[in-house]
Every structure is written in C-alpha cells, then in structure tokens.
C-alpha cells in the first residue's frame, strides 16, 4: 500500500470495539493512533460490570474475534475470563503502548478549514463530584472512532424518596464488593439478564432476597459447559477447528432468528420450549404464573439463564410481581402498595441504549450537534456513519445488535473504518462524509425488514428496542452473515469525498 499522508487516529473506548478498530487499523494501515479510555484498564463493559455470576450469555467461540483464537476454559465466558481474553488480545498486537487509561473524553468538534477533529478530554477523577474540577485539554486527530458502546450508560429509576434510602444502593454495572450481603435483607429490582446472573449468586448469601418484577420474561436453560482437556486441545491444536465450531454457532444463530415471526412455527416450537422449562424448574404454580408472559417470545430480550428459575424456589427468596414505585428511609413499595424493608437495594434496571453516545458532545459540519441530529430519530448508514459528520466512525451504532454476538459486528464495523481511514492515507480523499440520501434509504430499508421479519419485536412489550417515538432503533433484523454482506459489498456506495470550504 503506498501512503501518500499519515492519518491520525483517535478511538474513544478500549472495549471490545475499541479493540478491533486498532487491531485493524495495525493490519490494514499505516495509521497513527490512540485509544482514549477512562477506565483504569481494558475490557469496556466487562471491566465496569463486576457483580456476582456475571458472565456473558453467548457462546466463548462465537463471543471473540476472528482474528484471536484463544483457550476458552468453559461454553461462556466468565467476567474474568472476558477481561483476561481482552487483555491477551491487546498484548498480542501490541495495543498497550498505544493505550491512554483513565482519560474521559468530552467533546469531538469537526473544524471544517483543518479537515480534522479537535479532541477535548480530562483525567478520569476518582470520584463524579471532583470532574467539574479537572482541567480540559485538546488534541487534534483527523479521524475519529466512537467504540463507547450500546450498554454504558446505566439507567437509573427517578423513583420517589431513592436518594433518602437509609440503607445500601448501587446498581450492578458499578457494583460495590466492599459490602458484605452475607445475612442482609436484599432487594434485587429487575429479572433481566443482569438479574438472573445475580439473583442465585445473592440468593447463596442474603437472608432475604426479594426479586421485583416489572414484567416477566421469556428465559431459556443455558447450557453451560466446562470444556474437558481433551476438548480444549483439540480447539487448541487441531488448524480450523474452533473456527469451524465457530461457523456452527453462527448457522445455529440464523435458525434460532427465525423464531422472531410472531407466526411461524419456530416461534410455537420456542414458546413451548420456554414454558416447559418453567413447568420443569419451578415448583410453586403461583411463581410459574408469575414469571410466564404473555407476549411473543423475542418482543423484548430472550434471558439465557440455567438457574435463574431454580433460586426462586428457595425459601430465603421471594418473587415480587410488581413494579416498585417509591422508596421509603428503609425499603421498598410496590405498585400494589406494599413495603418491605431492605438493608441493601441493587438495581439491575439496565442502561440507555437508545441514548446513543450520551457522553460525548460531537459536532460536525457547521458546528451541529450530533445530538440535534438525532432529535427525532439516532440513525446511521450502516449503524457506522452520519451525513455532516466527516470522518466519523461508530461502532456499536443504531440497529446493529442483535445479530448473534456483537464481537463479530463490531469486527465488521471496525474493517470498515479501517478501510476508509487506509484511503485517505492514499491521498485520494481528504476526507469523507455520508450521502444524506443514501442515509435516508438505507434506514427505510431497515424499517421494512424489521417490519417483515421481526415482527415478534413490535408485540407492545416493554424492550430497550424502541425510542421514545416508537422507532426500533437498536436491533438489526437479520443475520449476523447479511450484515457483512452489506457492509463489505455495499458500504462504500454511502461514503462521498468532501471539498473544503475555502477561507473568504
């Protein structure tokens, strides 16, 4: 490749995204870059999230990179394990020297005459409270790569009286193991896929533990295995064969996606599955009416969870179908009217992941906001780029989960950049924007397919799918495969070199 201008890149995120666009910008340019990342390490979501029993719910060969094969011990991958594959991978492609820890990046501002991005970052301050404080600093980079992720943002409720609560609070993303919830009156609000990690880890401690329930959820047995020697050698040592196992995982994937028309029958054949395993794991019938919904499975998030079911039936936990609508000084009440004392309340309420790149302030062509861009809708060709923000990359952007694991999307969104960025190291562009109409037609196509194929998506449940206008503006509507079709055959045809404004 003949580099005719060295192009300097700044990626905001050293989670698994941000990982993959450097891992390919070493392969596929000659690029200058830095990882900026206010952790004080590598991992993204699974450095944050540290709660008991958290684990990831897809398969370890399906949930890495292509490009890293690694010795996964067991089926799904531990926190730890996840955070030790993020950290071998880094050291593996020499990343760390490239790497600024404990940095929060503020703002990205497009400077039109410059064709570059200025950079505003901080110091990451040990607590929220001491960030007003810190002094800002700038940086000039002529590419920029959003890999913040969908998931970063914790939600937290507005619920009356939470910040009186006299006991202990936090959510599960910024879980705090100095306490000990050994012989503690615990409350668990949520039954996600947070909460049926923590629920059995909580329920081996507390001396009770309430489980608040807004609405049920579909939840499958997940099947976890601890991979034998045998095994892991074969994985290991034998070429093609983790990827082969890979390739299965991934055509198990699709088959499983077709189970989202709410009227075919690979939905009746989950549905049933999904009741079964109630019927067989629960043994109080109150607690099974409970926890079965009443909408089509995959309207809202599918719980890959083996015992989950199980810790309901102890006799130290106590299922609450009800949605908790005030906090007192000493517990918790419902939508019925009831309160229970707690002595430490754990939010698993989830995160905003409709409120796309909440933490940074990103401006492009003519000083508008990234934000005002999305007022009515977050949207972007490919989930990758937005028309008016030159040389902008997101990964992990609207409609691009949901496709079997979001490691092999991001690998995809992380190429595609990767090639662009290689581009204009040639010379021929300096620098790139969306086509607006290309833009608007891509996200049309995507309401039509979410229409015909996911309808199960649309069934009126509560879901983190939609926006406060009711568009599904997270999830991609079809196989993990047609998404790096699109990508590679047709993602360049939204990219249009852009001529400067010339001074005066």
Known sequence: MVVRRKVRVAIIGAGFGGIAAAVNLRKRTGADF????????????????????CEVDVHSHAYSFSFAKYDWPRSHASQPELLRYARDVVDRFGLAPHLRLNTVVTGVRWLEEEARYELTFTSAPADESAR????????????????????????????????EFGGVAFHTARWQPEH????????????????????????????????FQREPGWIEPKKVKTFSPAERWVY????????????????????????????????????????????????????????????????????????FYEALNRENVELVPHAVTAVTQTGLVDDAGTERDVD???????????????????????????????????????????????????????????????????ERQAEFAARAVARLERGRWRSVDTDSATQRR???????????????????????????????????????????????????????????????
């Open 344 to 410: 430490v309340l754990v939010l698993s309420t989830g995160f905003q992941p409709t409120n796309f790149l909440a933490t940074l302030d990103v401006r492009g062509v003519d000083g508008v906001s990234l934000r005002d861009a999305w007022r009515t809708r977050a949207t972007a060709y490919l989930g990758i780029t937005v028309s008016g923000f030159p040389n902008f990359f997101i990964l992990y952007g609207p409609n691009t989960n949901g496709a079997g694991s979001i490691i092999a999307q991001l």
């Open 34 to 53: 830095v990882i900026f990342e206010e952790a004080a390490d590598v991992g993204g979501t699974w450095w944050h999230n540290r709660y008991p029993g």
């Open 180 to 211: 000990d919830l050994t012989g503690r009156r615990v409350a668990v609000v949520g039954t996600g896929s947070t909460a049926a990690q923590v629920v059995p880890a909580l329920a081996e401690q507390a001396a009770r533990l309430y489980v």
């Open 236 to 307: 290991r040592s034998v070429p093609g064969t983790q990827r082969a196992h890979r390739a299965w995982l991934f055509y198990k994937a699709m088959q499983r996606g077709k189970a989202f028309d709410a009227t075919s029958r690979w939905q009746a054949q989950r549905r049933t599955s999904c009741l079964e395993f109630i019927a067989s794991a629960i043994t109080d019938e109150s607690v099974r009416r409970h926890v079965t919904p009443d909408y089509p499975w995959g309207c809202k998030r599918v719980v890959l969870a083996s015992t």
């Open 132 to 163: 007003a404080g810190q002094a800002a600093r700038t940086e000039h980079f002529d590419v920029v790569i959003s890999a913040v992720g969908l998931l970063s943002v914790p939600q937290i409720p507005d619920w009356p009286g939470l910040a």
């Open 442 to 504: 891509y996200v049309a196509w995507i309401d039509r397919q979410l229409a015909a194929h996911a309808s199960a998506m649309n069934s009126g449940c509560t879901n983190y799918y939609h926006d406060a206008r009711g568009a599904n503006i997270t999830q991609w509507p079809s196989s993990h495969l047609k998404y790096l079709l699109v990508v590679r055959f047709l993602g360049r045809r939204g990219l249009r070199p852009r001529r400067l404004a010339r001074p005066g």
